[in-house]
């Protein structure tokens, strides 16, 4: 069953109907005579397509793309998530392309600082959602990446018009006048020069950061440094060993829920540059069986007892390090200084291309050599005005902090990211 063009659907459907409209507006949106007419459902729950279906065209590296991944965050992982996923069809009834939109509200001065950031949390003691109203945003809430799943010999042009005319339907059947497709690096935006055209503008998110590794042992990384950065870790990991801190790895913490979501939380609420989406305790329980063995948890232990923790997960040729909790989260014992140096070495024992380390806390992950990666987001406002307005607004009072190189390592080929198979 659809809906006009865009159907949500509350079943799986046996037979979904092309869509001579959405076929006409694409091919005059791309001015070309492209064969790209889609059939484009919308599905209220992840569980309404077939997980080998839906995997098929995700790709290696996009762990968090992937059916599993996707039903751990729909089922009770984040509070209040409010999901839809969209995906386009071929005639012949393959999908071609999919994504995941989610409804949340979201702070637009999410990233002030300073004066700007006192003053706008003295008006919200006035009015709480002063500038904080809901959103549609393609992304995923845990981790950073492109949200566009396509199938090998399918292009962003081809699916864009049908992907903009849902996005656009789902924004006025929920009321929603924000949209916003995230986290594309640069190499992409060459695939991507027709959002402007459907009223999309590009503007910036917060870096992420990533580190390749070229080593062969966690001593032959340290001793690539410089000197002045290889003394800067070996005294963290001393200040850290003084702490009595220890580190532990394990695959198995079904067990720790409730210790891991509240020092998550701890984490989350000192957080000064990124703060949104909440974990629950049902995240922490039910990753195990997201991604199996692909998922550790580090404690860091004092005296046995587990002060602080990081997840990651193996992602094809990257580890991904998808989150930082502790006990007291403004200590200053060496714990996250002492987690940044396990993981590295940790990657270096399983043979990682690389390392995704996430957004913010710069300073500490670049120390270690990790480099900031531009990322860029696509939003488009409803309604002529703000459609100006808010994106210039949006650049203006949430800057983002300069992409910088620490120029940690002797020779500068240890610092560059290795090239991408092909």
């Known amino acids: 069953m659809t809906i006009g063009d865009v159907g949500l659907i509350s079943g799986r459907p046996a037979a979904i109907r092309s869509t001579a409209d959405v076929l006409a507006r694409s091919t005059a949106s791309l001015g070309a005579k492209r064969a790209s007419g889609f059939n484009v459902t919308v599905h209220a729950s992840i569980h309404e397509i077939d997980p080998d279906e839906w995997n098929e065209i995700v790709g290696e590296g996009r762990a968090w793309q992937t059916h599993a991944a996707l039903a751990l965050l729909q089922d009770g992982g984040i509070e209040d998530y409010r999901a839809r996923y969209l995906v386009l069809r071929t005639k012949d009834g393959r999908i071609a392309a999919h994504t995941t939109a989610y409804i949340i509200e979201t702070d637009l001065l999410i990233f002030s600082q ?4 006192l003053l706008l949390d003295k008006i919200r003691r006035v009015l709480p959602n002063f500038l904080r109203p809901s959103i ?8 950073a990446g ?10 962003y042009a081809d699916v864009l018009a049908p992907l903009c005319d849902a996005l656009e339907q789902i924004a006025a059947k929920e009321g929603i006048r924000f949209l916003l497709l995230r986290d594309f690096v640069d190499e992409e935006l060459a695939e991507l020069p027709e959002w402007a055209g459907h009223g999309f503008s590009r503007i910036p998110n917060l870096p992420s950061t990533e580190l390749a590794i070229k080593w062969r042992s966690f001593e032959e990384y340290v001793l690539a440094m410089r000197s002045r950065h290889r003394q800067k870790i070996r005294r963290g990991l001393r200040f850290a060993q003084r702490a009595g801190l220890s580190a532990r790895w394990t695959n198995e913490f079904a067990g720790m829920v409730d210790e891991l979501a509240r020092q998550w939380s701890n984490v989350n609420a000192q957080a000064k540059e990124y703060s949104r989406d909440r974990l629950t305790p049902e995240f922490f329980r039910n990753l195990n069986s997201a991604f199996g063995s692909r998922c550790r948890l580090l404690q860091i232990l004092h005296d046995e007892r587990m002060v602080a923790h990081a997840l990651v997960v193996s992602d094809g040729p990257l580890l991904r390090w998808i989150l930082f909790g ?8 060496g714990a996250y200084f002492l987690v940044i140096a396990r993981i590295i070495a940790f990657a270096i024992e399983q043979g990682s291309e690389r390392i995704e380390m996430g957004l913010t806390t710069y300073s500490p992950k670049t120390d270690f050599g990790a480099r900031m990666v531009p990322l860029w987001m696509f939003a488009r406002v409803r309604g002529v005005l703000p459609r100006m307005l808010v994106p210039m607004l949006f650049r203006l009072l949430n800057p983002v902090p300069d992409i910088r190189d ?7 080929e240890d610092a560059v990211l290795p090239e991408p198979a092909s």
């Open 136 to 143: 549609l945003e393609c992304g995923c809430p845990v981790s």
């Open 114 to 117: 300073g004066v700007l950031k």
């Open 326 to 333: 502790r006990e007291n989260g403004e200590a200053r014992d």
């Open 146 to 155: 492109n949200p566009i799943c396509l199938r090998e010999g399918i292009a």
């Open 406 to 412: 620490r120029a940690c390592f002797r020779s500068p």
